[in-house]
């Protein structure tokens, strides 16, 4: 699921989308660094991702919906270390 080069917020990330969405394929990738000095930037890092994810529980549901769903599968990590997520969410075959 995660490698080494993952830090400790990306891997949960992964490990609560995984746990809540079984997907199909995922990528995370951590875009905090280009966001240095703008808001919501966060020194630890960690702070601004891109989440590409394809899950059979995405099937018949609309964008809003899966975002929705990925937010509850992320919980508390949107609220106290996550500022931005930008998501692109597949059912597979789409």
Do not use: W
């Amino acid at each position: 699921m995660a490698d080494e080069r993952t830090g400790p917020v990306a891997t949960e990330m992964l490990r609560r989308l995984d746990s809540a969405l079984s997907p199909s394929r995922i990528e995370l990738i951590d875009d905090s660094e280009p966001h240095r000095g703008h808001g919501g930037y966060n020194p630890e890092g960690e702070s601004h991702f891109t989440l590409r994810i394809e899950s059979p529980a995405f099937v018949d549901k609309g964008r809003v919906e899966r975002q929705r769903m990925i937010y509850a599968a992320l919980g508390d990590l949107m609220d106290a270390r996550v500022h931005a997520l930008s998501i692109r969410a597949t059912a597979p075959g789409e």
